[in-house]
């Protein structure tokens, strides 16, 4: 089982959709969690960190969900400009090394 | 502005032709990190140096060396190049392990062809 999983997609969706994607992790340790956001051909930049009591930051919302180790990234009335590759993050406790999801492809359509 | 500055942007090499990747951060950050991007392959950990004077090898270090100059600057270099190292490469940094909110951040990447 890998580390850490994400739905390759594609998603397709229309502008103003709710569109969620999820993330699985394997490792009980793991601390810290984050969603990033990477366009084509572009290098990798922190869309939001993922905090234990879930957060919010504009249309998109994190969570965090120990039990059943997953990450949640909600992305409201979704915008042409959202179309991108979303990849997730996890550290281990005390580790340097962070581990990278593959990444969920998004894509917005009129 | 603030971040991580990678040169050369693009680079072209001949198989056994040697290159060094460059990278410097501003933000006093103590961890950096080399991946490689390929397609299908999600980002892949060369090598990284937690601190400044450690470097460790990561997920694919072979065909590389890395040398952490001082605190800034983090460089890859490529001995003897092979047409398998045609790739993306990603210099990162962190604060403090990702801790603290802060996460990684990256560099805009250097397009490697090897023919």
């Known amino acids: 089982r890998k580390e850490v999983e994400q739905d390759p997609g594609p998603f397709n969706v229309p502008e103003g959709a709710t569109v969620a994607f999820n993330c699985t992790y394997s490792?009980?340790?793991?601390?810290?969690f984050f969603w990033y956001r990477q366009d084509c051909r572009k290098e990798p930049k922190l869309l939001m960190s993922?905090?234990?009591s879930g957060n919010e930051d504009g249309r998109f919302t994190a969570q965090l969900n120990r039990a059943s180790q997953y990450i949640s990234l909600l992305i409201r009335d979704s915008k042409l400009s959202d179309s991108a590759t979303y990849l997730c993050?996890?550290?281990?406790?005390?580790?340097?090394?962070?581990?990278f999801g593959r990444g969920t492809s998004l894509i917005v359509h009129p | 502005n603030a971040g991580v500055t990678q040169t050369p942007k693009f680079q072209v090499l001949k198989t056994g032709q040697s290159m060094t990747l460059q990278c410097a951060q501003d933000?006093?950050?103590?961890?950096m990190y080399w991946y490689r991007q390929d397609p299908g392959m999600g980002l892949r950990l060369i090598y990284y140096?937690?601190?400044?004077?450690?470097?460790d090898k990561g997920e694919v270090p072979n065909g590389y060396n890395v040398s952490r100059l001082n605190k800034r600057e983090f460089s890859l270099r490529l001995e003897s190049a092979a047409p398998s190292q045609t790739s993306v490469y990603f210099c990162?940094?962190?604060?403090?392990?990702?801790?603290?909110?802060?996460?990684?951040?990256f560099g805009s990447g250097t397009r490697l062809t090897v023919v």
């Open positions: 933000m006093n950050h103590n961890s």
């Open positions: 993922v905090y234990s």
């Open positions: 490792n009980s340790a793991s601390q810290s």
């Open positions: 140096s937690a601190s400044e004077g450690t470097t």
């Open positions: 993050v996890v550290n281990l406790r005390e580790s340097y090394i962070p581990t």
């Open positions: 990162a940094s962190s604060e403090n392990r990702g801790t603290g909110g802060s996460g990684y951040t």
